[in-house]
């Protein structure tokens, strides 16, 4: 498993992997997994983190006193969410608008806009994301 103080450059530093033309194979015990948020956790694990894009996935679990959700977030670069496992639903604040987005959709989210992801169902719910050009 991958430590956090390698993002950024997870799994090798992007202008030194694009100079050699260097691949990787990755499985989800390779990636850096951590823990977004104290009082709302999501597990993010990461496969690809450097100069001009990250690549992860999100899971938000189900259970407990109301509904599991993210922390507002907000990022330096545009973000795209994949749903793999869904519905979830996504809140933007500032527009006070909410998009349920099912099973197989995408959610664009774009630079500087606040959000936070909801599991309002009886079951985990999960996302692929990339977010360019920074996290």
């Given at each position: 498993m991958a430590l956090l103080e390698e993002l950024g450059r997870f799994p090798a530093d992007g202008?030194?992997?694009?100079?050699k033309q260097l691949f990787?194979?990755?499985?989800?015990?390779d990636s850096i997994r951590m823990i977004s948020g104290r009082k709302t956790p999501a597990l993010l694990s990461i496969w690809a983190s450097n100069d001009v894009m990250q690549f992860g996935?999100?899971?938000?679990?189900s259970g407990g006193v109301g509904p599991q959700q993210t922390e507002y977030d907000v990022h330096k670069g545009d973000a795209v969410f994949y749903i793999?496992?869904?519905?979830?639903?996504?809140?933007?604040?500032?527009?006070?608008e909410t998009y349920d987005v099912a099973k197989g959709d995408f959610m664009f989210v774009p630079e500087g806009e606040r959000y936070k992801i909801i599991n309002y169902y009886g079951h985990?719910?999960?996302?692929?994301?990339?977010?360019a050009p920074a996290f």
């Open positions: 202008p030194e992997s694009r100079e990787y194979k990755l499985t989800e015990d996935s999100i899971r938000l679990l793999l496992e869904g519905p979830m639903t996504f809140y933007l604040p500032d527009r006070q985990t719910v999960k996302a692929q994301f990339v977010v």
